[in-house]
Structure formats: structure tokens, C-alpha cells
């Protein structure tokens, strides 16, 4: 220990005084130093103090924008939810009119449907008609006849037809005329035969009918042409 610290004085005692103390610098040249640097401090601090104006000029530029953005984001909020509820109404006016296109789409297929048969009844309307038809006198009078009647169509496989036909009569019929005419004859030969006895008249089988001979009277035939 005592080696120690004989060794430790002799080496402080040959370092040199010179390295141990050295003579300040010169104040005048140092004051310099510190006058250019407090000149350099206060250049900063002056732009420095530019750049803070100019910071919280940006920064209430930044705090109106963000107002505005606030504002805006409001109102796009607002206009979102318009926007929901007329897309909700949208929707709803949509699936109503898919459901009116629909009952539309029923009904023209329906209405298609329908002109189809219309065109086939009108094409087997348009074709030769095949009927039977059966009538039913039931009555027949001098100026009016009455008969039911039933028609079967066989082009369209239907009856289509039921009915009566009533026929009013204008003046006379070939019939009648005809009629008219026999019942004159028969009144004349009633009247003829009146007059003469059964041994006078004879009878005589013609082609066309009978022909009576009246002793002293015309010939009289009695036939189709009668």
C-alpha cells in the first residue's frame, strides 16, 4: 500500500505544470463568438417565432376546415338517411310494381289465351258447315205455323242451335190455290152426281187416277190432275 501511493506522488510531481493549468482565452475574441452566436440564437428564434405564426395560421385554417368537414359530414348523414328512406320507399314502389307486372303479364296471357280460342271458334265459323236440323209442326193454322227446332253442328261437334220458327202467311199458297181449286171441281160433281141415279154414272180405272162417266153429261176424270 505505502508503494502504492509513493509511486502515485512521483507521478504527479514529473507531469507538467503546463498540462495541469492553461491560461484563459482571450475575452475579447470569445465575446465575439457569444455576440455571433446570441446573433445566430436570435435569427432562429425570430424564424422560429415566423414559423409559429405561420403554424397557427395553419392550424385555425385546419380548425375551420374541420369545422366545415363537421358540417358537411352532417349533412352528408343528413342526405345518407334521405337517401335510406327513399330507397326503402324505391324498394317498396318496386316490388309493387313488380307485382302490377306480374298481374299484367297474368292478365296478357290470359288475354292471349283468349284471342287463340277466339281465332280457332272464328276459323271453324269460317269453315263449311255441316248440320242436321229436325223441326216439330205443332202448329199450322190459314195464316200462322209454329215449329220448334233443335240443330246439330257436326263441323263444330255441337248442337248449336235451338229454336221455333213462327211463319205469318200473306196471301194465298200454291196449296191453297190448288185446294181452292179441287174443292170447286168436287162441289160440281157433288152437285152432278146429285142430280142422277147410280145407274147413269159409271166408273173407269185410268193410268192416273179414275174416270167417272155421267150418262148426257162431259167426261169427268178424277186424278193428279184433278
Known sequence: MK???II???????????????APPDSTQYDRQQDRRIDTNERDIARNTDDIGDFADDIRTNERDIRDNERDTNTNIRNIGRNI???????????????TLSDHDTRISNNTNRINNLDNRVGDLEKTQYVYEQEFRIIDTKKWTVKPF?????????VDTIGVR????FGKSYEEKLIEKQDGRIERLE????TKTM???????????WKINVKNSPIISVGKDW
Open 3 to 5: 508503494k502504492l501511493i
Open 150 to 158: 233443335i240443330r246439330t253442328n257436326f263441323t263444330r261437334s255441337k
Open 85 to 99: 328512406d327513399d330507397i326503402t320507399v324505391n324498394t317498396t314502389n318496386n316490388n309493387e310494381q313488380d307485382i
Open 8 to 22: 502515485t506522488i512521483i507521478l504527479f510531481i514529473t507531469i507538467p505544470i503546463s498540462n495541469i493549468y492553461s
Open 191 to 194: 152437285a152432278l152426281l146429285e
Open 166 to 169: 213462327a211463319t205469318f202467311k
Open 199 to 209: 145407274n147413269e154414272i159409271k166408273t173407269e180405272k185410268i193410268n192416273n187416277g
